[in-house]
């Protein structure tokens, strides 16, 4: 199974300030026949299910704000919120969809305002 | 829009059994594979089981392998996990969860069901 770990686990940035949030997994999770790496990163607020907010790495799903962008390949790969909202407040997962079963996520990492 | 409801959970006793229920609305259900996903109280996600779009493709986690049992009824828009010999781990929130195809993210979530295993 591949296995995703995240850095760090929890952060608090101030309101307007850059946060940044770091996964890697065991092995690459790279399609080579498509160069799509399988990989999403969700938002879960408290009370509330996942959310998916990017995917292929880098893509932003319908109507997630233009201040969350992903990046990286291979094994490791980076989330930002590049000014961050009272309303970003939340567990952020990453996850790979590479090798299914099973689909594995991240431990999670807690972002709070500073 | 897309609505995935979740509905059974409970309380039950350790070696217990509960019958989860995931009602869909707002896509064409038979198109899409659908998982079953849980967490923890205060742990994060771990996938839990799979079912192709049809329900030929069954794929379960190690953990609740030869206890749990997915399936599906197209015809009523509904997806299903039966719960067999429940145990104090398997306490957690159970979300139904959909994808447009096998190798994909999960797109939409329901808002969970909580089912709590304790004497």
């Known amino acids: 199974d591949i296995v995703m770990t995240q850095s760090p686990d929890s952060l608090a940035v101030s309101l307007g300030e850059r946060a940044t949030i770091n996964c890697k997994s065991s092995?690459?999770?790279?399609?080579?026949?498509?160069?799509?790496?399988?990989l999403a990163w969700y938002q879960q607020k408290p009370g509330q299910p996942p959310k998916l907010l990017i995917y292929w790495a880098s893509t932003r799903e319908s109507g997630v704000p233009d201040r969350f962008s992903g990046s990286g390949s291979g094994t490791d790969f980076t989330l930002t919120i590049s000014s961050l909202q009272a309303e970003d407040v939340a567990v952020y997962y990453c996850q790979q969809y590479y090798s299914t079963p099973p689909s594995t996520f991240g431990p999670g990492t807690k972002v709070d305002i500073k | 829009q897309v609505q995935l409801v979740e509905s059974g959970g409970g309380l039950v006793k350790p070696g217990g059994s509960l019958r989860l229920s995931c009602a869909a609305s707002g896509f064409t259900f038979s198109d899409y594979y659908m998982s079953w996903i849980r967490q923890a109280p205060g742990k994060g996600l771990e996938w839990v089981s799979y079912i192709s779009s049809s329900g030929s493709t069954i794929y379960y986690a190690d953990s609740v392998k030869g206890r749990f049992t997915i399936s599906r009824d197209n015809a009523k828009n509904s997806l299903y996990l039966q719960m067999n010999s429940l145990r104090a781990e398997d306490t957690a929130v159970y979300y139904c969860a959909s994808r447009g195809y096998s190798y994909a993210p999960f797109d939409y979530w329901g808002q969970g069901t909580l089912v709590t295993v304790s004497s």
């Open positions: 092995q690459s999770v790279l399609y080579s026949s498509n160069n799509k790496n399988y």
